[in-house]
């Protein structure tokens, strides 16, 4: 995950990454943490219903 977000952010347009994850999901909450993503708001996927959403700005 480290590298992804590193090399997400070495192209200089991106200012943001945004992750989804299902509710109650706490594994992949703790590994979006431990990359410094903080939780938002839920919101309503047309495909996977109520999904969580985690942001980390540059």
Do not use: C, H
């Not at 993503?37 to 985690?54: C, L, Q």
């Amino acid at each position: 995950m480290d590298l992804l977000v590193k090399e997400g952010f070495s192209k200089p347009e991106i200012q943001m990454i945004v992750a989804y994850t299902v509710p109650m999901n706490s594994a992949s909450g703790r590994v979006l943490e431990k990359n410094q993503f903080i939780e938002g708001e839920s919101k309503i996927d047309p495909e996977d219903g109520e999904v969580w959403v985690w942001r980390r700005a540059q």
